[in-house]
């Protein structure tokens, strides 16, 4: 891991999260929403902007890419299905993509989306997840299967314990809420919860979360969990039953 590489949380419209990823001074926007927002913080910080990544098509995700792509003359790199505007740069699943001195590899997770990327920076120990897995909880299935997202998400579980998440919404305390309500002796989880309640209560991001963290209090990471299994009377289940039918509940939450 390289302590030179920075990552910098850009809010934008009600909770979603954009970020600047830089070393020296090249720098990297994953989902930009808002152009202007991201503009001012680069032009501010005296940073080079190279390219665009985006886990998804969705508007809340690629809203600013036109106007920083005219400024910029930036790449936009996403997965090829043609949907992300102005995409030049197409990466598919354990696809490198070095941006100068950055290097990602891209992860296909399908559920959310069909064809949404997670981007793995193993140099800056960080994982950007989109609308995949989110801090304590996960996307909601649009164009995916519950099988689909749960290969997704051990994808994204199976990469180095301490490896930063950074998702693409500020939903930690109503996903925390959620798994406390099937998961409630867990300790870790309780903490969890407070501590995430105390900085939402100071207007703090409760990003990022770890790979470990979410292992420990994801409910949807933790479908072989004999507690949980238990509690939703699922002790016989195959994990993606369990992992179906928590997000059906979430649904509902
Ligand atoms: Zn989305
Ligand atoms: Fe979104």
Known sequence: ??????VEIIPACSDNYQYVISENDCAVVIDPSDAATVLKYVDAAGLDLRAILCTHHHQDHVGGIEQIK?????DVCGFRDGRIPQCNRFVADRQKLAVHSISFEALHVP???????????ADGASVFTGDALFAGGCGRLFEGTAEQMWHSLQKIAALPEQTRIYCGHEYTEENLCFALSIDPDNMLLQARLSNVAALRSRGHPTIPSTVQQEQQTNPFLRTGDAALRA????????DIDVFAELRRRKDRF
């Open 231 to 238: 509690r939703l009377g699922m002790e016989q289940s195959t």
């Open 111 to 121: 559920g959310h989306t069909s064809s949404h990327l997670a981007f793995y920076c």
């Open 1 to 6: 891991m390289r302590d030179s590489i920075q």
């Open 70 to 74: 005219d400024q910029t003359g930036a």
